[in-house]
């Protein structure tokens, strides 16, 4: 099966989906006769084998769309790896998160500034926003579905995953 990576297409493709997506969503909390444990089973399933169709690299939607988040944490262990003091790599990459934030830095454009020839040039030490992405391996998924949605605009994985995880659940059979 080949999955749109390019922006546009995969752009264009959620965008038709959207409202079947929120009619999922409310599927999923309201209609499904799933338990959130055997949900969580299926997505995880389903995103293994969608992942194993995908070469990130040749995608970096994410990189190029959207601004990660830092802990303190991942600018020190940066820093270090680009030979520079947090308060440097801050001033040259980064800037401060919406308050109350778990991460307080975002960087402060798009694409990633640490994009380089569509991979990640701090890959080994990139933030745990960058490393756990596209999320689909959290448990509780369907209270994390408004955030599902929105990725679903970037990311071949979550699109895909998304679609096959409503032809698991009867989705389709319900609505009739």
């Known amino acids: 099966m080949n999955m749109a990576v390019d922006l546009v297409q995969i752009r264009t493709l959620a965008q038709a989906k959207e409202d079947e997506n929120w009619r999922f969503r409310k599927f999923l909390k309201a209609d499904c ?7 969580d089973e299926r997505v995880f399933r389903i995103t293994r084998r969608v992942w194993s169709r995908i070469d990130c690299t040749a995608c970096a939607n994410c990189c190029r769309e959207m601004k990660p988040s830092f802990s303190q944490e991942d600018v020190e262990r ?4 680009l ?23 975002q960087t402060r454009t798009t694409p ?3 994009l380089k020839d569509n991979r990640c040039s701090i890959y080994e030490d990139r933030p745990s926003d960058c490393s ?12 994390r ?32």
């Open 78 to 81: 940066i820093a270090v790896r």
């Open 132 to 143: 756990g992405y596209p999320h689909l391996y959290k448990t509780e998924f369907t209270s």
């Open 33 to 39: 006769n799933l338990d959130e444990d055997e949900i």
């Open 83 to 105: 030979g520079l003091d947090p308060k440097s790599l801050n001033d040259a990459y980064l800037e401060r998160n919406e308050p109350l934030e778990e991460n307080p830095w």
């Open 145 to 176: 579905t408004m955030g599902v949605i929105e990725r679903t605009f970037t990311c071949p994985i979550v699109y895909e995953t998304m679609e096959e995880l409503k032809k698991s659940t009867g989705f389709f059979r319900r609505r009739r």
């Open 112 to 114: 990633c500034p640490f």
